[in-house]
Every structure is written in C-alpha cells, then in structure tokens.
C-alpha cells in the first residue's frame, strides 16, 4: 500500500535524505515565525508599542504551556519513528491512538489550569499594570483553544514519524495566510485589539489541525484512527511517558527559563519590553532551520537506529553539522547588517527607543548564533538515539547561567545583559553536549559480544 510522502531513510544517500526532509521542515518553521510574528508586527503598527509589549509580557507565559505540549508530541514522535523503522506498523499506529487519547486529557487539564493562574503568574514577572489586561486578555483565548495546538502537533509529529515532512507544510502555509487574514480583520477591521489577535491565531490552528485529519484519513491509512483504532495502551502509555517527559520538560524549562528573564525585563519598561518582544520574534527566523536540520537528524537517526545501522546513524550527524555550521555562519553576519530594518518591521517610526534598543541586542547577540546551530545538532542526535534526558539537563544548566547572568548584569547593561547571558549559556550548553557525544559516540561504536560457541 502506497505510503503517500513517508520516507525510508535506512537506505540511499545520506545527505539527500537529510536534505529532502530538512527543507520542507525549513520553509514550515519560517512560515510558523510569520505566524507568530504577525501577531507582533500587526499589533505594533496598527495598535501601538503598548500592545506589542502587552503581547511580549504574554508571550513567556503561553509558551511555557505550548511547548510542553509541543514537547510531549516530539517524545511521542521518536518512539513513532522507531517503530515505523522496524516495520511494525501495527504498534505505531496503537502509538499514537495512546498518544491522541492520552493527550487530550492532559491538555483539557493543562488548558483550565493555564487559564485561573494566568493572573498571578503575570503578577509574580512584575508585569507593568497597564500592560496586564491586554496579556491576560491574549492567554484566556490562546489557553481556551490549547486543544487545537495539541491536535495539530500530535498529527503533524505522526507524519513526520513516518518520513512525511511536507503534507504538513502545506497545511501551515495555508493556516500561516489564514492567520495573517484574519489578524488583519479582527484588529485592524473590528479594532478588537489583542484579544483580536489571540483568536485568529486559535482559528488558524484549529483549521490545521483539521486538514491534517482528513489527509492521515485519505493518504495515510497506517495512522488513520478509526473509532475501533482508539485503544490506549498502558504499556505504551508508559514507554510514551519515558520518552516524552524529557522533552516536554526540557521545553518547559525552556521556556521557565524565557518567563524569569522577561520578569527582568518588565521592570525596565514599555519600551525596552516592546523591544524584546520584536528582537525576539526575528531570532525565531534565525533558529528556525537549525531547529529544522535537527528534526531531520532526528528522525534519520531514529529510524536507523530501529534498523541498527549505527553507520548510517554517525554520516547523518556528520552531514547535519557541516549543514549547521553553513547557515551559522551566514546568521552571525546577516543579523548584524540587517538589524535595524528587522527591528523597524515591528513598531512605526516614530518609536527610535524601541528601535535602538532593538538593534543594540541583536548587534550584541549576531556574535552568538553560531552557537544554537551546533547545540541544536547535538540535541537531534541524543533525542534520536533515545536519550532525550541529555538535552534536559544540558537545558536546565544553560538557563540557569542565562537567568543568573541577566539578573546580575540588568541594572547595569539593561537589555544587553540578556545578550550576555544568553551567549554564555549557549557556549557553555554546546561544550557539555561535545563532551557528551565523544562518550556516546565510543559506545556505539564498540561491536556487539560475541557469542561463546557450545
């Protein structure tokens, strides 16, 4: 039966493979910034610097919640792309009923939580009193439609299991213009403002979510889930967990991480905030393909680990960090020559506060990002071989000298203390997992026992 876009990545060349499932990945992750940076710019030049700083208070916050989810959906998918590996589709499939069926109950859970502790979590980051009623306006709806974000991700994690990146391409680039559309509509045609915002984006997020359903229905009857496919298996359930915690908490932590830094943000003001939040949706586009090559290794790793060729397993790591470095390279020059036209998308020009210090961040951090690209190759090869506990604590060690060096350095560096502690962190989180991947590398590459002869 045909498989529609799935790939076997056991076999054939290695850096085509790695390429064909980047790219689409790549062009998906950019589109998912124009989604996120809608929002932003929109609310920015037709609204004002109060709602894009209303918008980069909320941000920490829904992200924190987001990406745990997102997180529990890239777990799910490794354990998926195992299976698929191994030929096993049966057990796949029971995978990601498991995953659907749990999922939805964690997220209604997760989703009235979020919304009763969104007013005191504000108030705990020192959010400025007229910045709080638009930020909470914006989470009630974000945190009222988390079903559709957890729908979307466990769907498009299922296709990219099976070797299948560009179906769900196609349905973010439609939910991307969608999202734009109706952003349009509802705050600059209705003047509803953030709240405005925060329902285009739900909308948009629901209809991917449900594209992705009629295409598994019709071009992928592998993961299809029939009313008599909905099982959840306990054993599953459990491995499911094992493999999920750690990338759902590494988001978590993350974005813990993002919460405590905007806390030392909120203090400095309206204006340094609205900077922050438009600073911080351009390095969305500068990450997003080291983020994508990583999927790709993930993924390639994965399934050859399910097939046990270890070969295969180190030439893709190897092909993804030349790829890596490659687009580093160009980041760190870019982002320092087109800086102060980025930062200018988010605000009118009349706002030079917000736009200088704007582009004295991304001056300070251009130096820096190199450093994602690699850490984030790292991460695809533990999170492919199985060990996902590795990019956990990596993370958890790199936030802590972000947030420590920001709040030591913020009264005298203001917004460029984050610079500081975020380059650090970097630096510091690559050379952990360096040392890391020598240890592992050894292992992987001692041959199996023999077994004695009787």
């Not at 698929?84 to 069926?101: A, H, P, Y």
């Not at 109706?182 to 991917?208: N, P, R």
């Not at 690209?373 to 790292?378: E, L, N, T």
Request: aromatic share 10%.
């Amino acid at each position: 039966m045909a498989r529609a876009n799935t790939r076997d990545m056991t076999t054939g060349g290695v850096t085509g493979h790695i390429l064909r499932f980047a790219l689409p990945l790549l062009v998906g992750n950019i589109f998912q910034q124009f989604y996120n940076a809608a929002d932003s710019i929109i609310l920015g030049r037709f609204v004002g610097k109060r709602a894009l700083a209303a918008l980069g208070a909320a941000a920490p916050v829904m992200n924190i919640v987001m990406f745990t989810i997102i997180g529990l959906c890239t777990g799910a998918s490794i354990l998926m792309a195992t299976f698929w590996g191994e030929g096993d589709m049966k057990k796949c499939r029971r995978e990601f009923s498991t995953c659907v069926l749990a999922g939805l109950g964690f997220t209604v859970v997760v989703s009235v939580l979020a919304v009763l502790l969104t007013g005191p979590v504000l108030r705990l980051m020192q959010t400025p009193q007229e910045l709080m009623a638009g930020a909470k306006q914006y989470l009630a709806v974000v945190f009222a439609g988390l079903v559709c974000t957890f729908l979307y991700n466990i769907y498009t994690a299922a296709l990219r299991a099976a070797g299948d990146s560009v179906s769900p391409l196609y349905f973010l680039v439609l939910s991307s213009a969608i999202n734009v559309l109706l952003d349009l509509w509802f705050v600059v045609g209705l003047e509803l403002g953030i709240a405005g915002a925060a329902v285009a984006t739900v909308l948009a997020q629901g209809l991917s979510a449900v594209l992705c359903y009629f295409y598994t229905a019709k071009k992928m009857p592998q993961l299809h889930l029939r009313r008599r496919d909905l099982v959840l298996d306990a054993g599953l359930l459990r491995q499911t967990v094992g493999y999920s915690q750690s990338a759902a908490l590494q988001q978590t932590c993350f974005f813990i991480g993002k919460l405590l830094l905007q806390g030392a943000i909120n203090p400095m003001g309206t204006d340094a905030i609205a900077a922050f939040n438009a600073v911080s949706r351009i390095e969305g586009f500068v990450l997003a393909p080291g983020n994508s090559i990583a999927t790709a290794v993930t993924t390639f790793i994965a399934q050859n680990k399910g097939a046990r060729r270890t070969d295969r397993i180190f030439a893709g790591f190897r092909r993804g960090c030349v790829m890596a470095w490659s687009y580093g390279a160009l980041m760190v020059v870019s982002m320092y020559l087109l800086a102060a036209p980025f930062t200018a998308l988010f605000v009118n020009a009349g706002e030079t506060a917000v736009i200088q210090q704007g582009v004295a961040y991304m001056h300070a951090m251009a130096l820096f990002y190199i450093m994602p690209a690699m850490g984030d190759m790292m991460q695809g090869f533990f999170r492919g071989i199985g060990k996902l506990n590795v990019s956990l604590y990596g993370t958890v060690f790199q936030i802590a000298i972000r947030v420590s060096l920001t709040y030591l350095l913020a009264g005298s560096l203001g917004l460029i203390s984050v610079c500081v502690g975020t380059g650090t962190g970097w630096t510091a989180f690559l050379l952990v997992l360096a040392v890391l991947y020598r240890r592992e590398k050894k292992k992987l590459l001692q041959p199996a026992p023999q077994r004695a002869e009787v």
